[in-house]
């Protein structure tokens, strides 16, 4: 069992940054990809970007090269750095932990309770 705890979420004009964290606890965290997702109103919850046991990284498209997702594992922490944020990244975002299969992220029911990030002039 993982439990994840969310933190850094809140209102920011467009162009700025904020920096979400989500500590792990229960388990060997080490053990895990951590991955983030997020859920705008209305929409289905999507993946966002993921980092494995050793700390390779991946993301979707739109968000290459504003965010970035790290760990310490000595810390049970991953975070996510988002710069240059925009409208549209506007929802909660979610961190979870899982695996990687074949170079892709795999979920396992592990969420934390999210941490909503608006985007708004």
């Known amino acids: 069992q993982v439990q994840l705890v969310e933190s850094g979420g809140g209102l920011v004009q467009p162009g700025g940054s904020l920096r979400l964290s989500c500590a792990a606890s229960?388990?060997?965290?080490?053990?895990?990809?951590m991955g983030w997702f997020r859920q705008a109103p209305g929409k289905q919850r999507e993946w966002v970007a993921s980092?494995?046991?050793?700390?390779?990284?991946n993301y979707e498209d739109t968000v290459k090269g504003r965010f970035t997702i790290s760990r310490d594992n000595a810390k049970n922490t991953v975070w996510l750095q988002m710069n240059s944020l925009k409208p549209e990244d506007t929802a909660v975002y979610y961190c979870n932990a899982g695996g990687v299969v074949r170079g892709r992220y795999i979920p396992y029911d592990y969420w934390g309770q999210g941490t909503q990030v608006t985007v708004s002039s």
């Open positions: 980092i494995t046991s050793d700390s390779s990284t």
């Open positions: 229960g388990s060997i965290f080490s053990h895990y990809a």
